[in-house]
């Protein structure tokens, strides 16, 4: 959830700069179908709630290669710097869950302050939760896994990565400088 905290304050710091998200339609951003795949893969292969994913197979694999067109979107549009310094926190990612065969670790500490009691516990027990497992002696690229977190009194708190505040620090300046034309 990094991430929508970051796109809002990007959006908030473009209309500051007297921007408009009219402007972000006269981008000329290359392979925007490259989106599609990754969020498609995403939404079946992530539990609902106490649901479990729509597609429950091969969940390692698909979150490898929903990186991979997000990767290849940010080749497309290497022109905007904001662009390759999300790519910078999108790779960064990557390598920690190829590291880790297609789960992104996560921190148990993090989870519970964040207010995901009921995650960490899962994932203790050996429960693997959609794209995420826990860190553990095994783990490669701990420091590359979700182990920074929002307190669980900010709304849609959660345990996130350093690739995922680069991320957002790339996805707030973009919406910030490219809103105001």
């Known amino acids: 959830m990094p991430l929508l905290w970051a796109l809002l304050l990007g959006l908030f710091l473009g209309y500051l700069r007297r921007g408009g998200i009219g402007n972000l339609g006269k981008l000329h951003l290359r392979g925007l179908w490259l989106l599609i795949p990754p969020l498609l893969l995403q939404l079946l292969t992530f539990p609902l709630g106490s649901r479990g994913p729509i597609i429950s197979w091969g969940t390692p694999y698909w979150h490898i290669l929903s990186y991979l067109f997000l990767l290849g979107f940010?080749?497309?549009n290497w022109r905007y710097p904001e662009l390759l310094g999300m790519g910078l926190g999108l790779f960064l990612n990557f390598l920690a869950i190829a590291a880790n065969?297609?789960?992104?670790?996560?921190?148990?500490?993090?989870?519970r302050r964040a207010g995901l009691?009921?995650?960490?516990?899962?994932?203790?027990?050996?429960?693997?939760?959609?794209?995420?497992?826990?860190m553990g002696p095994s783990t490669r690229l701990n420091f590359l896994g979700d182990?920074?977190?929002?307190?669980?009194?900010?709304?849609?708190s959660s345990a996130f990565s350093i690739g995922d505040v680069i991320l957002g620090i790339g996805a707030a300046v973009f919406l910030a400088r490219r809103m105001v034309r």
């Not at 065969?101 to 989870?111: C, D, F, T």
């Open 74 to 76: 940010v080749g497309c």
């Open 101 to 111: 065969g297609g789960y992104m670790p996560a921190s148990a500490e993090a989870l």
């Open 117 to 134: 009691e009921s995650l960490a516990r899962a994932l203790e027990e050996g429960i693997r939760h959609g794209n995420t497992m826990l």
């Open 147 to 156: 182990w920074l977190y929002f307190p669980s009194w900010v709304p849609l």
